[in-house]
């Protein structure tokens, strides 16, 4: 099917991002929000992001290193080029519509992306309402990180039409885009949304099946979990555990360089999900007190300036 | 305490690799072997090791990709030093001493590392045997990759001089030393350890207690593990799930190309001694079938030329 109209269900930190990149590509883009309070939160992350959007094409016309996978093919753009990439921005962000009006958001819609809050109650309310609004032909995703797609479909009218496509934080730099469907999505709505990710600047990963966790955090989450475990049972620092990694696999980060940069609450929250987390004497209950020591002084990782390194 | 003269029991893989790098950096360095066939066998081992350390540096010259670690501080050198580098090699490996005399090899030892086989059985001979003839001063490290040096040290008559010093294949290039004590091993053995394997080119990476698999293996064989079973569960292609790791971790090598370095049939013993792994409805049995029909086919990683990739 042919993709045009992209309406993206929510505002958020990731909902803003996949509107204004939707837009950068060239597709007709409209953001369905909750209330008008919500209309008037969303525009200074748009604004925010136009800044960003602006400034690494920019910088790129003399440093080859702000190159962000999802702004231009390849880091060789000349200047005139990239003004004319630059206005693009512009043009895109002043095109999108903002509505909370159901007919006017999923009308026309050829492909709706939901991310709103994790919250199974609140997509559940949501699909309720918007589904019939929605085109016979509309794809309808879902962005949930921690909620599978057969959890969801029931609250649609369209279960081979819906499926998952999931993006990373800051989806014009980290441009993957996970797709995963449910047992009743057809190929060819599948399809049409691996083409859609790629028509926005995407690497798109096609999952076979559901997998909760999606490919990268069903490694990451073990992983890190791993050297989170080194620690809490004190087998080494923190700056030996990351050095063995990187000195041993070549890779640019050690485990608490990332936990850094997902956020120490993030990696609480994950562990303490875990039964054995209350019992003190279990690994899992060493990380959870051990991420709760740095949690309760304030270091949480890169976005508050210290977490298991300082950045300040 | 002051470490001149080394003794390494056993020429295999690494040790010839500890010896001939040892004796680069100005250590005076005897091979234990066990008997004069193994003593044949170690010197054509040692030859390739010496051809490699000298192109390795004649590269250098030219090339800074050329690089080890272990070899010189830093990529740039100049060319006469590199000559004297070279020299330095030759003369080297024309000093090592190889001998199956345990009172030559052992009787004036300041430190031993040992490099036989991985069996429990061999190790204790060894050390009945070899522990008698060394010096009161000496230290014994054990490069066992598999047996924690608390399962070792009862063999020996030094518990507060023996501990693990875990090298790396390929330790002119791959130049982590990972040093782990047991309960008995004293602070200022432990020391001169690290002292020795940064005098030797490594970087020493201190656990602060025992931990099978050490740092690395202990983050590897969980992750490893999660991008087998994305695969065993037919989750997504090795390409895809090798592709959402570097693209979300920025890392240079995904999983299936880490596990073809390895081996798969060491990532296929790991998963077999898992109890799971003889029930092929679990995710370890679905592993152990998956590796063993790559291994069938002759595809047992880089060394075979083909593994989950080509390299022919």
Known sequence: MDIQKVTVAGGGVLGSQIALQSAYKGFDVTIWLRSEGSIERA??????L??????????LKTDPSAWCRGLTDSADVPAEKIDELIARVDAAADSIKLTCSYDEAFGEADLVIEAIAEVLSEKEAFYAEACPHMAERAIVCTN???????????YTDRPGKF?????????WKNNTAEVMGQPATSASAYQAVVAFARAIGMIPL???????GYLLNSMLVPFLNAAEALLANDVADVETIDKAWMLGTGAPLGPFRILDIVGLSTAYN???ASPDAANPDTTAGKIAAKLKSYIDAGKTGVNAGEGFYKYR
Chains 1, 2 share one sequence.
């Open 43 to 48: 525009k200074p992350k748009l604004e925010r």
């Open 50 to 59: 136009r800044g960003i959007y602006k400034s690494t094409l920019e910088a």
């Open 144 to 154: 949930s990180s921690t909620l599978l797609p057969s959890a969801i479909v029931g």
């Open 163 to 171: 499926l998952a496509l999931h993006f990373a934080n800051n989806i």
């Open 206 to 212: 096609e999952l076979k099946k559901e997998q909760p």
């Open 270 to 272: 994950i562990v303490a």
